[in-house]
């Protein structure tokens, strides 16, 4: 098992670019999240999906799309990136019944 | 919504001391207690968890404790040794899909 898997490792975006993000998993978890993580911060909730076809908003969802038509798969997109959306991000699942989650190994995403 | 506060936000200790996170919580109906452990660079990790019906749990040098009553939990690590230095979460839930994460603690352990 590959666990969690987020790609790019490294991103250098222009203000104004759209981007996706990729998470992926082979674990077969049921709930899938995305959080940002700002320096010296804690974790943000982004957006989470409970399965696939179904997707909510976090505490900080502006700016950000996402979709779920795989239980595997949870890309997160930037619409119109902002230097504001500088940070890492990181892609967690678990499954239903389970309680801890299992964390990709973040994007770092840089805003020009 | 669920209110995460961590207290403290930074802790310095001697290796050999002990170390003591405590997490506040607001929603009573969170009956899961986690903490994770972020080594700078790299992804948070599940270290040790209690459930509602558990007042304490240890695993080696680490424990968890709860206080349901107060609605907190702590995370109590002995003999602290340099690899300690992390970043510390708590993410009290129910179990459901939508974890709310406190805003970490940073331990640093001076050898």
């Known amino acids: 098992n590959a666990g969690v898997t987020q790609t790019p490792k490294f991103q250098v975006l222009k203000t104004g670019q759209s981007m996706t993000l990729q998470c992926a998993q082979d674990?077969?978890?049921?709930?899938m999240s995305w959080y940002r993580q700002d320096p010296g911060m804690g974790l943000r909730l982004i957006h989470y999906?409970?399965?696939?076809?179904?997707?909510d908003q976090g505490e900080v969802p502006n700016g950000y799309n996402v979709s779920r038509s795989t239980t595997e798969d949870f890309p997160l997109r930037l619409l119109s990136a902002a230097p504001s959306q500088t940070s890492v991000y990181f892609c967690?699942?678990?499954?239903?019944?389970?309680?801890?989650?299992?964390f990709g190994s973040g994007t770092r995403l840089t805003v020009v | 919504g669920e209110n995460v506060e961590q207290h403290p936000s930074t802790l310095s200790v001697q290796e050999g001391d002990s170390a003591v996170i405590k997490c506040t919580y607001s929603?009573?109906?969170?009956?899961?207690f986690p903490w994770y452990k972020q080594e700078l660079g790299k992804r948070p990790q599940l270290i040790i968890d209690?459930?509602?019906?558990?007042g304490e749990k240890k695993d080696q040098r680490i424990a968890v404790t709860l206080n349901k009553t107060a609605k907190h939990f702590s995370l109590h690590i002995t003999e602290t040794q340099p690899e300690d230095s992390a970043v510390y979460f708590c993410?009290?839930?129910?179990?459901?899909?939508?974890?709310?994460f406190g805003a970490g603690t940073r331990l640093f352990v001076k050898a």
């Open positions: 993410a009290p839930n129910t179990g459901g899909f939508k974890t709310i």
């Open positions: 929603d009573s109906a969170s009956n899961y």
């Open positions: 967690a699942s678990k499954n239903r019944g389970t309680y801890g989650y299992t």
């Open positions: 209690i459930r509602s019906n558990v």
């Open positions: 674990m077969n978890h049921e709930y």
């Open positions: 999906s409970v399965g696939a076809g179904i997707t």
